[in-house]
């Protein structure tokens, strides 16, 4: 699993009666265990490329492969469980849900995994405690600091072990010691746990992490180098 | 709370505190009001059957198998003062009163009119029927004093008779002999069912078996049951004491008065479209409030759907919600409604003019709520299911989101 295979990707939006590309004919490939940044302009295409690997759009034509799992083709089900148990997500705006404490936040995932009760809450705790949210495990999401929040999402992200990490403009929200702090989690998390992370930015900073840049304009890859 | 989607579904209830107890308070109040307007109107139905049956025809009634539906003097039970007596010694009940039925032509000095003429038990009589309460002028029959007569208030006005007149009357016998009697008025009955007032004379069982020439037989035993709730255990029970006899049919109530049933039937159809339109109005409550709820939370339950919650689980939680704030809405709702039924229970219900009305007709002052299970769970199970059914239009919306619209929504 984990290895990314896209090939001559489309996607169009229609925005009034105006057509606007988001994904132009990309072709990408990328292996487990990377740490890939997509950069562009707003409206490059990034996010539209990130959701359609993650199963959470459908591309208008193309082949997207995750490992053997043809994902393009895949019907709502399965996606939600190729995304349930393959996939983690990191939002720009932390998306975390504000009724459950932090642990809950992590927990729920679980839950939905069919986790026992009793393993999903020392992996919430461990995960936390790793995240850095040792103490804070029952605040709620409106009692966390912006970059405490993305910890949480980092935490509900990658507590199940995905193979893959999507973050979209994580740290767009963040001031810059959190958004460092979260680029060096990922990092760590990214050469301990061997996760594939992909993250959209356009932020110079968080570029400088990555090993692969890929660069984006009018929904196509115009870069493409290590780092 | 171990479940994490049950602790979510809890507390998204009180992300909107007070709308969810309006809700919630539509749900008790429909609930309470529901059960206290059932519970009424059944005990209502109760004393209405009571009431109608109570004035003449009884709970229960011993006849021939053929006489219920050719009411000829011919189908006869024998020794029904005997039969009586056994049945109210093995139930250890006194309220059984045997009867004869027949029809004559009544005269007076001035005018014939023609009547049915019923021989009763004085003894036995006032306790199955309201008819002897409701004797307005002189007195009901005594035991062992034959000759005597009461009539009902049209009957006399028709023969223009009062207290202390003779009547005569004349009719056909067991055997189709000639039956005829000379008979004093000694009390006239107001019953207000004109039918009995127009057309019923009552006049002791042994005159009336020597004049017809009953030979001891009478046309019914009518039993009158503690209450009506009661009626088919006593049935059951008499069922056993004569099991073998074929020559007797046991006919309940409502074999008796069929149109007593369709009244109440009817009544109950009319009232269930007001229940129905309290029941729909809830409904749309709880559509209005989750419908809500789920168009706020829409980027939400994207979010969860990235996540990778399958859409069917997304609505199983909107229905969990649902659920929740119905159990409160019953569980508060019934606790009103029981509130209420046991204060009513206690003091009764009454309207004005209503105790004026019992006087004169001899029915109670007040109307007491029925405790069944029916009336206490009929209403709340009926606004549970439609609350329910009125979330599934916002749990649908939810199954047919898909995720990337759902994180679209502002």
Sequence with gaps: MSAIRCRQLCKTFKQGDEIITGLDHIDLDIETGEFVCLSGPSGSGKTTLLNAIGGLDTPDSGEIHMGDIRVDKLERGPLADMRLHHIGFVFQAYNLIPVLSAQENVEFVMEVQGVPVAERARKALDILKEVGLEGMEDRRPAQLSGGQQQRVAVARAIVSHPDLVLADEPTANLDSVSAAHLMGLFQELNENHRITFIISTHDKRVMSYAKRLIKMRDGKIIGDEAQ | ?410
């Design chain 2, 1 to 410: 709370m171990k479940d994490v989607t049950l602790r979510m579904a809890w507390r998204n209830l009180w992300r909107h505190w007070r709308r969810t107890w309006l809700t919630v308070g539509a749900m008790i109040f429909s609930n309470g009001l529901l059960i206290f307007a059932m519970s009424l109107q059944f005990g209502s139905y109760d004393m209405m059957i009571d009431n109608s049956l109570q004035a003449y025809s009884g709970h229960l009634q011993l006849q021939h198998p053929r006489y219920l539906d050719e009411p000829k003097m011919r189908y006869a039970l024998d020794d029904v003062t005997e039969l009586a007596e056994r049945l109210r010694r093995e139930l250890d009940l006194d309220s059984i009163s045997a009867r004869a039925d027949g029809f004559a032509l009544a005269s007076s000095n001035e005018r014939s009119y023609g009547l049915q003429i019923i021989g009763v038990d004085p003894a036995h009589e006032p306790l199955v029927s309201t008819l002897p309460g409701l004797v307005k002028q002189g007195r009901y029959l005594e035991p062992g004093m034959p000759g005597e007569i009461v009539i009902g208030a049209v009957l006399a006005r028709n023969l223009k008779v009062g207290l202390g007149d003779e009547l005569t009357f004349i009719g056909s016998g067991f055997d189709d002999s000639f039956a005829a009697g000379i008979v004093t008025v000694v009390g006239i009955f107001e019953s207000g069912i004109a039918d009995l007032d127009r057309a019923l004379a009552q006049v002791d069982l042994a005159y009336f078996q020597d004049v017809f020439a009953m030979q001891g037989r009478g046309h019914s035993l009518t039993v009158r049951a503690q209450h009506v709730d009661d009626v088919e255990s006593l049935q059951w029970q008499i069922g056993e004491l004569l099991d073998t006899d074929k020559s007797l049919s046991l006919r309940h109530w409502d074999e008796l008065q069929p149109g007593l049933r369709q009244s109440i039937q009817a009544d109950m159809a009319s009232n269930s479209f007001m229940y129905i339109v309290l029941i729909v109005l809830v409904a749309f409550s709880v559509l209005n409030t989750q419908l809500m709820s789920v168009l706020e939370r829409t980027r939400e339950f994207g979010t969860m759907m990235a996540l990778g919650l399958q859409p069917a689980r997304l609505s199983r939680l909107v229905m969990l919600e649902t659920g929740l704030m119905t159990a409160l809405g019953l569980v508060l709702g019934i606790g009103v409604g029981l509130v209420i039924n046991l204060y009513m229970a206690r003091v009764g219900f009454s309207y004005p003019g209503m105790d004026e009305v019992a006087l004169k007709f001899n029915l109670p002052e007040r109307i007491y709520p029925s405790f069944t299970i029916l009336s206490m769970t009929l209403g709340p199970a009926a606004v549970a299911i439609g609350s329910l059914l009125a979330a599934l239009y916002p749990a649908l919306r939810l199954y047919l989101l898909t995720p990337i619209d759902a994180m679209r929504a502002v």
